[in-house]
């Protein structure tokens, strides 16, 4: 038996039962954030950003590097490629440059008149080209022999080459310095860019780990060494990680442009349905997709979607990205995310494994080095579309099969992520568990969540999350097997943009599994501002515009500043496997072509939108039966 200890051990006072109740309460504390281990308020960035070391990039005009990206996305004010000042409202949260993989750093060492360059007959004729100020021309002719293989010798910069390491560390070197965990995050990545034939296959690779490790690699190219198969992408994500020990993602985007081959059910290239082996693969390294950017919005299509009156939304369906093959119908269910969310629930019941289950994000694949896409402050995708009297109306791409006008840029997105804190690791791992949401622009905070205990009385609350991570899992997680006699119930809250404008409703978007083997959606609206009362289709009225073009205005004397409510799934049925999603509708807001007229002084096409409804789309929540 031991016995007591000597009374000089014990200098701090008798520990009797009352004393030690106060050590170790048996309540929560008073202070409500103490011990809160849950994010609570979202990060805003973008993931998709390029500057001149992107080839394409520096061809049409930019002339800003990583590090006067960095400024700009910290709140800084500098002087974009066209000569103009241009600075954020805000500072971002976070950001991503995502330069191509190929050729990185050709056109500001060619600018320079790198010695390397200028001895390659190609090189020196471009270069004396831009001299004379035929600058134009030369950029065509750069893009054009890119494209027809032309690129050899000293001009083809192959990752094993001097000047790609160099522009590679440099771009490595950029997000070091600007990186200031708790204030601004700079985060190591880069632009695979597939593009075979014009169909869009592009990836955003992201690196949770900093330039020690990020830097013991080079990025992964289409041109040899490198291919333009995702596999062959993720095999090299699979290397990297067991080289280095560190982490690594891949985002997805702009599907729209793919012409039907970016979410398969029939994999391109082998012509065979899409196998267990890709399924695993594509859902172990893309947890994300790029739902909305400069080059259109991808959540949903008209033609997909004819019930759904808001799914006409910054349409960009004409053909794939170069606009060498035109858009057809048959095309489209493999392009957008809520198509694609849908097939993934029939190839999981196929396979066992879902290959398209990812979250949502923005970001903007911008080539100007300038992460500016608010209505009033768009700097448009190239240096050659900064604000101007004549972008609208000056064609973006244009080919015997189809033309995309200036005006139908689309001024988005960001990435919103709900991240414990502002650094590398905690935004990274958050986009792993897709708790994440896509804005076309304004900073609204949106939660989801989804349980089955949640009652109406929760979205009386003023702290939706505490309830929220307590009773169900956020944007992102997953459902289990539903008890007997419950229906998912659903938490859902939204604050506006505090300098935006106010919002219109929250919808609920389903997608579902049928007992016939068949995927089915429905869109119900949950939340609206005002006393408006569904129709007999179930339908919330519009919420009206207040919108004066010729003045580039509106007021916040419709809609709501925040939204909450709790929702039950009406048509539930436990055995069929089902997805869930929000998405957040503000009230009408002029867009940037409006903003363009006014501040030009300019007439723009009587086709040209003009005023539009920004929006934000959360990460789905799955729902799995029991097999």
Do not use: C
């Not at 800084?76 to 066209?82: D, G, K, L, R």
């Not at 950001?95 to 360059?117: C, E, I, Q, T």
């Not at 041109?223 to 990297?240: F, I, Q, T, V």
């Not at 259109?296 to 369906?317: I, K, M, R, V």
């Amino acid at each position: 038996m031991i016995g007591a200890l000597p009374a000089a051990a014990q200098d701090s006072g008798t520990l009797d039962k009352e004393a030690a109740e106060k050590v170790f309460p048996a309540k929560k504390p008073y202070s409500p954030a103490a011990g809160r281990n849950f994010p609570t308020r979202p990060l805003f960035g973008d993931t998709h950003l390029h500057t001149s070391f992107s080839m394409d990039a520096g061809a049409f005009g930019a002339r800003l590097s990583p590090r006067d990206a960095y400024r700009f996305g910290r709140g800084e004010e500098v002087t974009a490629s066209s000569g103009q000042l241009a600075k954020l409202s805000r500072p971002l949260d976070f950001l991503v440059v995502a330069d191509h993989s190929d050729n990185m750093g050709f056109f500001p060492d060619l600018l320079a008149g790198k010695p390397g360059l200028l001895a390659d007959p190609l090189g020196r004729k471009w270069y004396d080209m831009i001299q004379s100020g035929k600058g134009a021309e030369a950029a065509i002719d750069i893009i054009v022999s890119f494209g027809a293989g032309k690129f050899k010798g000293p001009i083809l910069y192959s990752p094993d080459s001097a000047p790609y390491r160099s522009a590679w560390q440099e771009t490595i070197d950029a997000a070091e310095e600007a990186n200031e965990p708790g204030r601004f995050t700079a985060i190591i990545g880069y632009e695979w860019t597939s593009n075979t034939g014009g169909n869009n296959l592009h990836r955003n690779v992201l690196f949770r780990d900093n330039g020690d490790r990020a830097g013991q690699v080079v990025p992964y190219t289409v041109l040899p060494p490198g291919s333009d198969n995702p596999r062959d992408l993720w095999k090299w994500m699979s290397a990297y990680e067991e080289k280095t020990g560190g982490d690594v993602l891949a985002i997805a985007h702009n599907g729209n442009l793919s012409n039907g081959i970016m979410f398969p059910i029939v994999e391109p290239g082998v012509n065979k349905p899409i196998d267990r082996e890709y399924a695993e693969t594509r859902a172990r390294w893309e947890r994300l997709y790029e739902a909305t950017q400069i080059k259109g919005d991808g959540e949903a299509h008209p033609f997909l979607s004819p019930n759904d009156e808001f799914a006409n939304f910054e349409t960009w369906d004409k053909g794939n990205l170069d606009l060498t093959v035109v858009k057809t119908p048959d095309m489209l269910e493999f392009e957008y995310a809520r198509s694609a969310l849908k097939n993934g629930l029939k190839l999981e019941k196929e396979l066992g494994i879902n290959p398209y289950k990812f979250g949502m994000i923005g970001s903007t694949d911008a080539h100007t080095g300038l992460a500016a896409v608010e209505e009033d402050n768009f700097f448009g995708k190239t240096s050659s579309s900064e604000p101007s009297a004549e972008r609208a109306t000056h064609p973006f791409v244009k080919t015997e099969k189809a033309t995309i006008m200036g005006w139908e840029q689309t001024s988005s997105g960001y990435a919103a992520v709900w991240a414990t804190e502002n650094t590398r690791h905690a935004i990274f791992d958050a986009m792993e568990r897709r708790e994440t949401y896509a804005t076309t622009g304004p900073r609204m905070a949106v939660r989801f969540f989804a349980g089955f205990d949640f009652v109406a009385a929760d979205a009386n609350s003023r702290s939706p999350a505490v309830v929220g991570y307590s009773k169900g899992v956020p944007m992102g997680g997953d459902l289990t097997v539903a008890p007997e006699g419950k229906a998912p119930t659903f938490l859902v809250a939204a604050l506006k943009d505090p300098i935006g404008a106010n919002l219109d409703r929250y919808q609920i978007v389903k997608g579902w599994l049928d007992a016939a083997g068949e995927v089915q959606e429905k869109v119900y609206d949950v939340a609206w501002s005002g006393d408006r009362k569904p129709g007999a289709d179930g339908k919330v009225p519009s919420v009206g515009s207040t919108v004066d073009v010729a003045n580039a205005t509106w007021t916040n004397t419709i809609g709501a500043p925040e939204l909450i409510a709790v929702w039950v799934d009406p048509e539930f049925d436990p055995a069929q496997r089902a997805f869930y999603y929000g998405r957040v509708l503000e009230i009408p807001t002029p867009r940037w072509t409006a903003y363009d007229a006014k501040y030009f002084g300019v007439k723009m096409p009587p086709e040209a939108t003009m005023e539009m409804q920004e929006r934000a789309y959360t990460s789905p929540i799955w729902y799995n039966p029991a097999s």
